[in-house]
């Protein structure tokens, strides 16, 4: 753990092991609530300091991180790869996202602008300002170990917060690598806090503190919710990343070329284990036969393997329980008239003995009575199910609590705009698989969370709003 700008231990140890061969890739401390209080207290005694800084001063060290994650790059993607499994070509891509999160926000830092409103008596005059909201408790999950950390780190720290980070301990080494950075670049001690361990203890003590003024949480639903009903507690701002389950929808319109490209590379990317994987493929009756059969072919040539070799496509999933719960959603499809057109299995013979690997699979004829329909997949499977009408495919896309990302593919001009439009989620990508930037604002309505991570919208979540009037 890293705290109040020092590397401290403990007695407890815990291993991190690679998905793909079961190796252990490094030891960690466990910490409890004590280190989390003393954390806590680190943060609170930096933010007048690290607050009171002009925002060009915050900002240069923020372009201190960008300089150093650039030299060490392949560094930190190979950490990635090795503690959550994800290809390394996805690996170096999220190491790209991570250096531009905090590009921004080292651009952005000196762009925290106020406002001036007129008043309503001839003697008095309104200023409105936006102040910091002060210490920060982050939460970050295990699939994106990077990039999660920055799309919170950035914003806090160019806003003139100060930050405590819970990652997963399930890959916690790439934000101990980050936090080296910090040390290297001299960031003042406690701004940046690190705390690892078992997650009751930490975010309880985080939840409960007076001290911490805003949760941002990226990660499940169902803990979200938890956190939510905790926050109440101190009245805290709440940020919350939650669970997805993105329809992608393809109208007989469609370049159906595109759509396999986009489906695949949005679908596989760390190994079908994002928020925003595509989670129910809705193709519409009359080029359902031929989409599936472009689709299956491209799946049929996915190379599995260790992350780590460039030559493979996708990697393993995090956990043995994460592919018993991918398998069972496959099987609860399959017992319930769904067809496998590929896969369909784990893979556990040769190279993939010691990993937790599952073949990628195509499910056709899949009805919305399966699990896989109405919960979060989390896995490498594609569910095919036939649509008829644009109003019916919109009702059964937005028939469920989540609401982050969603994607349809048509050449109709008309029907992008009504479509769009009438998509319950925070996020559209027409003819587009990956919809993401750090320019751009990344979050989801009704169950998938509040808030916005990325852009200026990013900012916003972690500054108050102060108004002055003044009488002269
Ligand atoms: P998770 O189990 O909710 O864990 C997320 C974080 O919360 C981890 O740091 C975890 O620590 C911690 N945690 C677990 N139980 C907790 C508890 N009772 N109280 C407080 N903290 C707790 O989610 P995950 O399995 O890591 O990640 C997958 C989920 O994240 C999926 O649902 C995915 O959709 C979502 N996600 C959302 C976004 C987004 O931007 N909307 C992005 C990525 C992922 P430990 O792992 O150490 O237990």
Known sequence: MYINGKWITTDTLFDVHNPATGEKVDS???????????????????????????????????WKIVEKLKEQREAFAQIITKEMGKTIHHARQEVASSIAFFQWYAEEARRIYGDIVPASAANKRIQVIKQPVGVVGAITPWNFPLSMAARKLGPALATGCTI????SKEAPLSS?????????????????????GSSGPIANTLMKSKAVKKI??????????????????????????????????????????????????????????????????????????????KLNKRVRNIQVGNGLDEGNDMGPLIN????????????????????????????SDGQYAQGYFYDPTVLANVTDDM????????????????????????????????????????????RNYRVSEQLDYGMVGVNDALPFAVQAPFGGVKESGMGREGGKYGLEDYLDIKMISVQI
């Open 28 to 62: 960690v401390y466990f910490v409890g609530e004590k280190e989390t209080e003393d954390a806590i207290k680190a943060a609170e005694k930096a933010f007048k300091e690290w607050s009171s800084l002009a925002a060009e001063q915050r900002s240069s060290y923020l």
């Open 216 to 293: 941002s949480f990226t990660g499940s639903t169902e803990v979200g919710k938890v956190l939510i009903g905790q926050s109440a507690e101190t009245v805290k701002r709440v940020s919350m990343e939650l669970g997805g389950h993105a329809p992608f929808i393809i109208f007989d319109d469609a370049d159906l070329e595109l759509a396999v490209d986009g489906l695949i590379k949005s679908k596989f990317g760390s190994n079908g284990q994002q928020c925003v994987c595509p989670n129910r493929i809705y193709v519409q009756e009359k080029i359902y036969d031929e989409f599936s059969e």
């Open 176 to 196: 101990i690598a980050l936090f080296k950075i910090f040390d290297e670049i001299d960031l003042p001690e406690g701004v940046a806090n690190l705390v690892m």
């Open 371 to 414: 699990l896989i329909v109405k919960e979060e997949t989390f896995g490498p499977v594609i569910p095919l199910i036939k649509f008829q009408t644009e109003e019916e495919v919109i009702q059964r896309a937005n028939d469920i609590e989540y609401g982050l990302a969603s994607y349809f593919y048509t050449t109709d001009l008309s």
């Open 320 to 347: 043995a329980e994460a592919l018993e719960k991918v398998h069972e959603q496959v099987e609860n499809a399959v017992g319930l008239g769904a067809s496998i057109l590929n896969g369909g299995r784990k893979l």
């Open 164 to 167: 405590v980070l819970k990652p």
